[in-house]
């Protein structure tokens, strides 16, 4: 795996977001994998699976387990998407198996799908940085809102920054 900065991870999700035409949130990660011709396949499983992918014919297919909360899902639909557009951005990578850095970098991709920056910072700024409406708005926790907004700098640990 090449060695890439997180910013490099969050433009390839970026990129897919605004190629699916989504530009206000929540965003909806199975559209994206739709619009990316990505198909989803759900059924029951067992508590302890979530979701995987399974390559048909060469062609990449989510798995999910469809006795799991809808948040659990987009979650692992959006991490499973990460590892799709990081190897479609570059054919040297490979799925990880066990590779934790792998999947590290599918996380990076994930978050910036269910939360883009960009979309992040428009909303903010139409809604005065409140993250409590903006965390129900893209659908994530109050503290995951929060701690993206400081991320992106929207907010200070010791307030917020108001720009405006």
């Excluded at 302890?48 to 989510?62: A, K, S």
């Excluded at 006795?67 to 040297?92: E, M, P, R, V």
């Excluded at 960009?118 to 994530?140: H, P, T």
Aim: aromatic share 10%; hydrophobic share 50%.
């Amino acid at each position: 795996m090449a060695l890439r900065a997180d910013a490099y991870y969050r433009q390839l999700a970026e990129r897919a977001v605004r190629e699916s035409g989504i530009g206000e949130p929540p965003v909806p990660v199975a559209a994206v994998a739709e619009k990316m011709g990505v198909p989803i396949f759900r059924a029951a499983f067992p508590v302890w699976f979530t979701g995987m992918l399974v390559h048909e014919d060469g062609m990449p297919l989510i798995v999910l387990n469809a006795a799991k909360d809808k948040t659990i899902q987009d979650t692992a639909i959006a991490h499973l998407l990460g590892h799709i557009l990081i190897l479609l951005d570059d054919a040297s990578e490979r799925y990880p198996k066990g590779d934790t850095e792998g999947h590290r970098a599918a996380d990076v991709v994930a978050e910036e799908l269910i939360l883009p920056g960009f979309m992040v910072i428009d909303q903010a700024a139409k809604w005065f940085n409140d993250y409590r409406y903006l965390a129900r708005l893209f659908g994530v926790s109050e503290k995951r809102m929060l701690e993206k907004m400081q991320a992106l700098g929207l907010i200070k640990l010791k307030g917020i920054l108001w720009d405006y």
